[in-house]
């Protein structure tokens, strides 16, 4: 394959989350993190927003507009819209008109199906890239955590987004064994609406139970328990209301779904080949993604399985600084690359 040295600064990788989608450009790094959102006119068909102004629209727009967010659980729900939304993100980082069509790595959830990849590359191809290779998302988290992922050695990586959360085993470039669940911060949020409407009869809308997350959320008891007021309407009057909720209401909140992410590291650990236990034993497990920032996620997964446990040193841009990599020293790394079926 020719490169054109015109072509080099411009190759580019794309974590295209759930929650948010960031592009990493050849020797300049992550250049772009917005949430995957876009904002569109119902009449027109026109995009009237893209990132975080249409993220702030969520639940706040008139009749003629919406806001849609066109990966549902780490897959393309909307495969019109999400090549929008690319090529809107690439050309915003690539101002100039005639920019040479970028090679591009975009990240998946490890447990997509081939209908799924293509239309992810499709998107690819359709928002301008030249060639469009896929990783798989635990691959690049284990990668961006700085673990090795090509020595003959176990590592192990939990890689927590916003629709899916990633349990994986790599050794040698390739992953050994791992588990899928369309489990993230999304369901967090749901279980925190769910929870207020059983307990307060309060309708919360979807970004105050994400604030509220981040606000109190935590997954394990810490010392101080903080309380939050929480706005919304009431389900019963139908007028706005304001209640007080604590950390350990939300801790009660959002169990089922930090339960199941325990389960799937579980799950996953119990596959391992022995060798490849003892590794992880002593290296413990990296923890990546947004959900990494839970407050006492680490402490809680400590307490459950008995393993070392780390979160990563920047867990939001693991994924994408890994995928990042493997455009920055591509033939190295190509091995770890998804093979691409259309030869």
């Known amino acids: 394959?020719?490169?054109n040295l015109a072509f080099l600064g411009r190759d580019m990788a794309v974590d295209l989350g759930t929650a948010n989608t960031l592009v990493y450009v050849r020797g300049r790094g992550v250049v772009l993190n917005e949430p995957s959102v876009v904002a569109l006119n119902t009449v027109t068909g026109k995009?009237?927003?893209v990132g975080i102004e249409a993220k702030q629209m969520i639940g706040r727009t008139p009749d003629n507009i919406t806001a849609v967010r066109p990966l549902k659980d780490g897959v393309i729900a909307d495969f019109e819209v999400t090549e929008r939304m690319l090529r809107?993100?690439?050309q915003k980082i690539h101002r100039r008109r005639h920019f040479a069509k970028p090679r591009v790595i975009v990240a998946v959830p490890s447990g997509i199906t081939g209908v799924e990849q293509r239309a992810v590359k499709e998107a690819g191809y359709q928002a301008g890239a030249r060639r469009v290779y896929i990783v798989e998302e635990p691959m690049a988290a284990a990668i961006g955590a700085g673990l090795p992922v090509h020595e003959p050695t176990g590592n192990m990586v939990v890689d927590i987004g916003g629709g899916t959360t990633e349990v994986a085993i790599i050794s040698l470039g390739g992953i050994v064994t791992a588990q899928s669940i369309r489990v993230g911060g999304d369901e967090l949020d749901q279980a925190i609406q769910t929870?207020?409407?059983?307990?307060y009869s309060l309708m919360l809308g979807e970004r105050t139970a994400e604030r509220l997350k981040m606000g109190i959320g935590s997954a394990f008891p810490t010392g101080d328990e903080p309380k939050a007021e929480v706005r919304g309407r009431d389900l019963i009057s139908g007028l706005p209301k304001t209640v007080v909720m604590t950390a350990a209401e939300l801790r009660r909140a959002i169990e089922e779904p930090v339960t199941a992410i325990i389960d799937a590291l579980r799950?996953?650990?119990?596959?391992c080949p022995p060798e490849l236990a003892?590794?992880?034993?002593d290296r413990g497990v990296a923890v990546t993604g947004g959900g990494a920032l839970l407050r006492g996620l680490d402490d809680r997964l400590r307490h459950e399985t008995g393993m070392p446990i780390h979160v990563a040193e920047n867990p939001l841009d693991s994924v994408a600084i890994g995928t990042g990599t493997c455009v920055e020293d591509f033939e190295r790394l190509r091995q770890?690359?998804?093979?691409?079926?259309r030869g």
């Open 195 to 199: 929870f207020a409407k059983k307990e």
């Open 88 to 90: 809107y993100f690439i």
């Open 267 to 271: 799950n996953t650990l119990d596959k």
């Open 336 to 341: 770890v690359l998804v093979p691409d079926r």
């Open 1 to 3: 394959m020719t490169t």
């Open 47 to 49: 995009i009237v927003a």
């Open 278 to 281: 003892g590794d992880i034993m």
